[in-house]
T-cell receptor, first 115, second 112 residues
Framework: DAGVIQSPRHEVTEMGQEVTLRCKPISGHDYLFWYRQTMMRGLELLIY????????DSGMPEDRFSAKMPNASFSTLKIQPSEPRDSAVYFCASSIPSGRANVLTFGAGSRLTVL | GNSVTQMEGPVTLSEEAFLTINCTYTATGYPSLFWYVQYPGEGLQLLLK?????DKGSNKGFEATYRKETTSFHLEKGSVQVSDSAVYFCALSGSSASKIIFGSGTRLSIRP
């Protein structure tokens, strides 16, 4: 299994541009999570899906952020328009239910720099 | 709401030293507790977990015991190695087992 695959690994863009981050979860995993990591705020849960349906998007910072999961093998996180404060590492993770301990498998992350 | 508080880093130790990274939590009910580790340039990966009070999770020489009376889940290792240098995250999942909340992370550096 190739694990959780994220692209791009690095993205540098200018303020105001649209950014799309992509994630392919592990086959058979029915939960998908998007996290954002910054030095100031640590690791924040943005949104998570179960069986392609968004369950909790309370962590999405504002309307500029949107996430979709059109099928079980693909999800996107879009920022439009991007701002310098969006600069962070964005992680995608997937999991299957495992009793009371839902163990996440993370991708390698997408490092976003907004100039 | 649920939250996790872990000790500030960075922590720097010499090889073979004893390690403790403190973690306390706030949660209703009976959460599950985790330690994840992040090596440079990689995503987080599960180190160990415990799902009920007094459980001890262990892996690669690391241990943590779920203490409900002190709401703690401190990470320990008896003898650290240079290869243990990484960022360590304490985490919990509450009544919604799917939603996992992470602490701020503790950067550990081990000197040869």
């Amino acid at each position: 299994d190739a694990g959780v695959i994220q692209s791009p690994r690095h993205e540098v863009t200018e303020m105001g541009q649209e950014v799309t981050l992509r994630c392919k979860p592990i086959s058979g995993h029915d939960y998908l999570f998007w996290y954002r990591q910054t030095m100031m705020r640590g690791l924040e849960l943005l949104i998570y899906f179960n069986n392609n349906v968004p369950i909790d998007d309370s962590g999405m910072p504002e309307d500029r952020f949107s996430a979709k999961m059109p099928n079980a093998s693909f999800s996107t996180l879009k920022i439009q328009p991007s701002e310098p404060r969006d600069s962070a590492v964005y992680f995608c993770a997937s999991s299957i239910p495992s009793g009371r301990a839902n163990v996440l498998t993370f991708g390698a992350g997408s490092r976003l720099t907004v100039l | 709401g649920n939250s996790v508080t872990q000790m500030e880093g960075p922590v720097t130790l010499s090889e073979e030293a004893f390690l403790t990274i403190n973690c306390t939590y706030t949660a209703t009910g009976y959460p599950s507790l985790f330690w994840y580790v992040q090596y440079p340039g990689e995503g987080l990966q599960l180190l160990l977990k415990a799902t009920k009070a007094d459980d001890k999770g262990s892996n690669k020489g690391f241990e943590a015991t779920y203490r409900k009376e002190t709401t703690s889940f401190h990470l320990e290792k008896g003898s650290v190695q240079v290869s243990d240098s990484a960022v360590y995250f304490c985490a919990l999942s509450g009544s919604s087992a799917s939603k996992i909340i992470f602490g701020s992370g503790t950067r550990l550096s081990i000197r040869p």
